[in-house]
């Protein structure tokens, strides 16, 4: 069963845009919640993540929005570049040695 | 972050012969390592759990005794498809945790 649902499946915006993807969760127990950026033939790479005690982070361009009580969470990337194009993946999981639950990624094309 | 160094990158193999993967966390002690796969275009889908010292934790519907997991040490994790076929051809990818996940930067496998 999917435990995390990503939206939209592609995107694509103007150099200088900001692409937001969206995540929603089911499992209210899951405490941390990560986004990956991912170029082809390449592993994921860790972007920023979020913990439930904050509704908002950021890291240079990007900012993480998160809703406790609507059980979503969303990547805002300020001032996109075509570099930025990539896949990026939600996911969510616990505090600690366990493995994460992936969303099904968002291709992100950034046009000049 | 952690450093998660993973090989080979890249590896063809002949369909029924075995081919290992190796996962090193390259700056700290790894107690458990996770092995994912990922299809052409989809997300990211846990195989197994790799644990130092004892046996690995399978996913559903993940053949025990094709993918064979050894956790021999605290940094290295290794995954062998044995008798591979053209259907396991598939990109591979390990990961750790320490506070964060980290990837490594994956194995694209090609049974020919």
């Known amino acids: 069963q999917q435990q995390v649902k990503q939206s939209p499946q592609s995107l694509i915006v103007q150099k200088g845009g900001i692409p937001i993807i969206n995540c929603a969760y089911e499992n209210t127990a899951f405490d941390y919640f990560p986004w990956y950026q991912q170029f082809p033939g390449k592993g994921p790479a860790l972007l920023i993540a979020i913990r439930p005690d904050v509704s908002e982070k950021k890291e240079g361009r990007f900012t993480i929005s998160f809703n406790k009580s609507a059980k979503q969470f969303s990547l805002h990337i300020m001032d996109s570049q075509p570099g930025d194009s990539a896949t990026y993946f939600c996911?969510?999981?616990?505090?600690?040695?366990?493995?994460?639950?992936f969303g099904k990624g968002t291709r992100l094309s950034v046009i000049a | 972050g952690a450093v998660v160094s993973q090989h080979p990158s890249r590896v063809i193999c002949k369909s029924g012969t075995s081919v290992k993967i190796e996962c090193r966390s390259l700056?700290?002690?790894?107690?458990?390592m996770f092995w994912y796969r990922q299809f052409p275009k989809q997300s990211l889908m846990l195989m197994a759990t790799s644990n130092e010292g004892s046996k690995a934790t399978y996913e559903q519907g993940v053949e025990k005794d094709k993918f064979l997991i050894n956790h021999a040490s605290l940094t290295l994790s290794t995954l062998t498809v044995t008798s591979a076929h053209p259907e396991d051809s598939s990109f591979y990818i390990c990961?750790?945790?320490?506070?964060?996940?980290?990837f490594g930067q994956g194995t694209r496998l090609t049974v020919v």
């Open positions: 996911a969510a999981g616990y505090s600690g040695n366990t493995p994460l639950v």
């Open positions: 700056d700290f002690q790894a107690t458990t």
């Open positions: 990961a750790t945790v320490n506070t964060e996940a980290f």
